[in-house]
């Protein structure tokens, strides 16, 4: 299989995946989508900083558990971590222009 062959199975499988073009309702998305800002920015799992989006959602709070150390995820956090490296950027570029 040639590169260029690769490439286009990559393309239409991904455009296969995103077929419907809707996202999936999930629960873990929250969690798994601010966890890696949490970790790009205090090197923490603790979801304390974004609390008072989530304080008073009754439907929202639910993906969150809160112990007298802060907010974390009720869900695994493998997801989050592992998109660490592709926050990191989008996350830094940010605080340089909020300076």
Do not use: C
């Not at 990559?10 to 998305?29: C, E, K, M, P, Q």
């Not at 974390?72 to 990191?88: D, K, M, N, T």
């Amino acid at each position: 299989m040639t590169m260029k062959a690769a490439v286009a199975f990559v393309v239409l499988s991904f455009l296969v995946y995103l077929s419907n073009w809707r996202t999936i309702n999930a629960g873990d998305r929250q969690p798994a989508s601010l966890l890696p800002i949490a970790l790009v920015l205090h090197g923490s799992i603790d979801l304390s900083m974004f609390d008072r989006h989530y304080r008073n959602d009754p439907i929202n709070s639910t993906f969150f558990a809160h112990t007298e150390r802060g907010y974390f995820s009720r869900y695994p956090l493998a997801s989050g971590i592992l998109a660490v490296p592709i926050y990191v950027v989008p996350v830094r570029a940010s605080l340089e222009l909020v300076r």
